[in-house]
């Protein structure tokens, strides 16, 4: 039911006649961000990068009004199409749909890559609201800037 430019769409289901497995049908993008960067030689255009960041904050904008948490947010989970002219956030695998109510949601596990994550995140138990969307779009946005992945350093 998530209808949004910046949100790879999803277009139905088809369970595959040999194994009866479900597949996913989704709209076809280029690549991921990661695979981009990894290609990119040289400092991308600087409106390549503010495109990307732009059209990232739209989606998670629109799944924030919508109380959905992303929860996984890497370069991996934003598809281009056109050679960076357009993002779209996909794999809502580990989103959680929350209340209206704007407290801190408590989750049961730490989802995502841990790169991505904010320090509240990582501790026992985890405790963060849609700011962590918030912070992996920041380590995206200097991804995207220095085309390097994210290294952190020891979580404690």
Same mark, same amino acid.
């Given at each position: 039911m998530i209808k949004h430019p910046n949100i790879v769409q999803f277009l139905g289901t088809l369970r595959d006649p040999r194994s009866q497995r479900l597949a996913l049908l989704m709209? &076809? =993008?280029d690549e991921s961000l990661t695979t981009f960067l990894e290609r990119s030689t040289g400092p991308l255009p600087y409106h390549i990068?503010?495109?990307i960041c732009h059209d990232v904050a739209l989606a998670l904008a629109y799944l924030h009004s919508n109380a959905i948490i992303h929860r996984d947010l890497s370069s991996n989970n934003v598809l281009l199409i056109g050679e #960076?002219? @357009?993002a779209k956030v996909t794999d809502? #695998? =580990?989103s959680k749909l929350v #209340? =209206?109510?704007p407290r801190m949601t408590? &989750?049961?596990q730490c989802p995502g890559a841990t790169v991505y994550m904010p320090p509240e995140a990582l501790i026992t138990p985890p405790r963060y609201s849609s700011k962590l969307d918030c912070f992996s779009h920041g380590? &995206?946005?200097i991804q995207i800037?220095? @085309?390097q992945f994210p290294n952190p350093g020891d979580a404690h």
């Open positions: 709209e &076809l =993008m990068q503010l495109n #960076g002219s @357009r809502f #695998g =580990m #209340g =209206m109510n408590p &989750l049961t380590v &995206l946005t800037a220095t @085309r």
